[in-house]
């Protein structure tokens, strides 16, 4: 089995930064791809960022691209997502995802097969 807990969430004012880790436990060395998602109230979980283990690729949406950056310390078991330039819209309950399979999609969430129990992060204007 794999646990994965995020921490680092908080209020933030626009324009502010934060860092987003995940912490990887258990069989640790069956996840390649780990990936970051995010679901506001009212609304569907949506993608935000991906890396691959095996090759380090990354994947942005569109919507944090240029201001969010993903990465992971293998050695450390941890993931990280630095949020820079934060908006209102980034607010959020952020989750972090595992994918044991090495599947073709890292953007979508049925790619996954272990999740973490999130963590806030509210940016006021």
């Known amino acids: 089995q794999v646990q994965l807990v995020e921490s680092g969430g908080g209020l933030v004012q626009a324009g502010g930064s934060l860092r987003l880790s995940c912490a990887v436990s258990?069989?640790?060395?069956?996840?390649?791809?780990m990936g970051w998602f995010r679901q506001a109230p009212g609304k569907d979980r949506e993608f935000v960022a991906a890396?691959?283990?095996?090759?380090?690729?990354?994947y942005y949406a569109d919507s944090v691209k240029g201001r969010f950056t993903i990465s992971r310390d293998n050695a450390k078991n941890t993931m990280y997502l630095q949020m820079n330039s934060l908006k209102p819209d980034d607010t959020a309950v952020y989750y972090c995802a595992g994918d044991a399979e090495s599947r073709a999609y890292p953007r979508i969430a049925a790619s996954y097969d272990y999740w973490g129990q999130g963590t806030q992060v509210t940016v006021s204007s």
């Open positions: 890396i691959r283990r095996s090759t380090s690729v990354t």
């Open positions: 258990g069989r640790t060395f069956s996840i390649n791809t």
